[in-house]
C-alpha cells in the first residue's frame, strides 16, 4: 500500500484548506484511513479517521466541528477538509491506513501500518 497526501500550503487563520491522501496498491474501501498531525518535538497526533469496515468517523475534540473527512471509493482517495483553521492547527499532516483495525486502536498512530510522506499546513496568525 502507497499513500500519497497532497494539499497543504499557507493559509490565514479563519481560512480553509482541502487535503488528499492517494492510496494504491492493495488499499480499499476496506481498510481504515486515518490523518495524524505532528509539530516538532510533540508525538504524533490523532485528527480524525474514517473506518473501512462501515464508514464511520472520528474526530478529536481539537478538529471537531472544523475538519471533515471523506473518502471517494471509486479513487482510493481520502480527503480532509479543514475549516476555520487556526494557528495552532498547524503541524505536518500525515494520512495513515490500516486494515482491520479496532475500534479502541482507531486514534493510535502506532497502530496504522501504512503512511503517507506528509503535507506541511501553515497556518498563520
Known amino acids: 500500500v502507497q499513500l500519497q497526501a497532497s494539499g497543504g500550503g499557507l493559509v490565514q487563520a479563519g481560512g480553509s484548506l482541502r487535503l488528499s491522501c492517494a492510496a494504491s496498491?492493495?488499499?480499499?474501501?476496506?481498510?481504515?484511513m486515518a490523518w495524524f498531525r505532528q509539530t516538532p518535538g510533540k508525538e504524533r497526533e490523532f485528527v480524525a479517521t474514517?473506518?473501512?469496515?462501515?464508514?464511520?468517523?472520528r474526530y478529536a475534540d481539537s478538529v471537531k466541528g472544523r475538519f471533515t473527512i471523506s473518502r471517494d471509493n471509486a479513487k482510493n482517495t481520502v480527503f480532509l477538509q479543514a475549516n476555520s483553521l487556526k494557528p495552532e492547527d498547524t503541524a505536518v499532516y500525515y494520512c495513515?491506513?490500516?486494515?482491520?483495525?479496532?475500534?479502541?486502536?482507531?486514534?493510535?498512530?502506532?497502530?496504522?501500518?501504512?503512511w503517507g510522506q506528509g503535507t506541511l499546513v501553515t497556518v498563520s496568525s
Open positions: 474514517v473506518r473501512g469496515s462501515d464508514g464511520t468517523t
Open positions: 496498491g492493495r488499499a480499499d474501501r476496506r481498510y481504515t
Open positions: 495513515a491506513a490500516k486494515y482491520g483495525i479496532i475500534a479502541s486502536e482507531l486514534a493510535r498512530w502506532a497502530a496504522y501500518d501504512y
